[in-house]
């Protein structure tokens, strides 16, 4: 069953007015519409629903809200009359109509953020937010539709990206944001697909140039050995590291949010927050430290490592948190490698592609890997391995520069040195 409700957003907009929205809500998801009308909160009747008498021409616009509200329950009959089981974005093309080609780009993608958020995919609605600010800050025109996001305009956009220090893969991460969120514009009638621009330009042209991602071993070894004593204000990148590496690579997120009743005896046992696969970890002695160095420091939650400052944060808080603390976390271990001499860039992901290359490297099947990193498709760990997979293969050619191979003459029956 579908609720329907007017409300007022909770953020103004650039006049300094709040939005009046159209919320739907069905089978526990979200969608929020703009009905093209705002005021202040004071001229808001919240129980009602409607506006205020001190609002100017109060009676026609709650007038119009009735109709609307109308209007979108008469959609909602007719799906039911035709026995359709419609979806939120069917909904919303019924809507708004014809008028959809005249929203723009600016608002269609606010309220894709929003639905990101609602729907507690923060950290999408994130990588959204960012690539919104950053096309805005090259486009000067805020009522733009997508229509007019031409080829030439893509173009001059990566130009200036590239002005601003942008390299390819940063840049193919802004055009693939741009790219999706103009798919989901045609998906939903806002842009007929004759005008979609990434036909002839190509995202695919901006690939990010290559590095190693994993460490060797001995490498690892070089950050646990770290001298905490010596770099107290390092200890915390270390130990995260450390913990991500012997817990099969378990990534900062779910770092984050690991809770004490999570550690079983023995064992850790959680639910992936990417994949939702479900987890069980053997603590070995290096995770086994690190708890009980964390147990001791006996915080007010009961969240394992001391990132989250209390339990009740609402998603958009605990993103806010994780940006600020991976950030931090990944400046701290770019430290770290220069202290200990590894010559390779180093983040929180390398921890996971380290633990999947050194495993290969003792013989584990790939197919093992894939199933310990919860990987859905082997295909997945293959490209995690992909580098690991050609130095071996270098490696053997140069044996055949360095070592003799006997070569059976079986015409003499006697051995050669090649």
């Known amino acids: ?32 519409i703009t009905l093209g009308m705002d005021c202040q909160k004071s001229n808001w009747d919240e129980k009602s629903s409607q506006f205020q008498k001190s609002m100017p021409n109060h009676i026609q616009k709650n007038l119009l809200l009735s109709k609307l509200k109308q209007k979108a329950w008469m959609i909602i009959d007719q799906f039911n009359i035709d026995e359709i ?7 919303d093309q019924k809507f708004r109509g014809k008028a959809q080609s005249k929203i723009t ?67 193919g991460v802004r055009m693939r944001e741009l790219r999706a969120v103009y798919n989901d514009a045609i998906k939903k009638g806002i842009v007929e697909e004759k ?34 004593a010596k770099y107290p204000q390092l200890r915390e990148a270390k130990q995260l590291f450390v913990f991500s590496y012997y817990t099969r690579g378990m990534n900062f997120y779910d770092i984050m949010k690991l809770t004490w009743d999570r550690v079983e005896n023995d064992k850790i046992i ?36 001391p990132i989250l400052l209390n339990e009740g944060m609402t998603p958009i808080q605990i993103e806010n948190r994780k940006a600020k603390k991976l950030k931090r976390f990944n400046s701290d271990l770019k430290k770290i490698a220069e202290i200990v001499g590894i010559d390779k860039p180093l983040t929180s992901y390398v921890a996971r592609h380290s633990f999947a ?62």
């Open 1 to 32: 069953m579908a609720k329907i409700n007017i409300l007022l957003r909770d953020a103004q907009n650039k006049n300094g007015q709040y939005p009046i929205v159209l919320r739907i809500i069905k089978n526990r998801k979200v969608k929020i």
């Open 270 to 305: 959680y639910t992936r927050s990417k994949t939702k696969g479900r987890f069980t970890v053997k603590i070995l002695q290096p995770i086994q430290d690190i708890l009980n160095y964390y147990k001791d420091l006996n915080t007010d939650t009961n969240f394992v490592f």
């Open 357 to 418: 290359t050194n495993l290969k490297q003792l013989g584990v099947s790939t197919d093992i890997i894939s199933q310990s990193m919860g990987h859905q498709n082997i295909s997945i760990t293959s490209a995690y391995l992909k580098d690991f997979e050609n130095d071996v293969i270098d490696d053997a050619n140069e044996k055949l520069l360095m070592e003799p191979i006997s070569i059976y003459n079986l015409n003499h029956g006697r051995k050669y040195a090649a």
């Open 105 to 171: 780009v600016l608002e269609f993608w606010e309220d894709k953020i929003i639905d990101l958020n609602l729907g507690g995919r923060t950290g999408n609605a994130r990588a959204h937010k960012d690539t919104k600010n950053s096309f805005f800050r090259f486009c000067k025109n805020q009522k733009i539709l997508f229509k007019e996001i031409t080829v030439e305009m893509l173009d001059k956009y990566e130009t200036h990206m590239r002005s601003t220090g942008s390299n390819d893969g940063g840049i």
């Open 85 to 91: 089981d419609f979806t939120l974005d069917q909904f």
């Open 195 to 228: 005008y979609y621009p990434f036909k002839t330009y190509k995202v695919s042209k901006l690939k990010g140039k290559g590095f190693k991602k994993a460490l060797s071993r001995d490498e690892v070894r070089l950050i646990e050995n770290l001298d905490e």
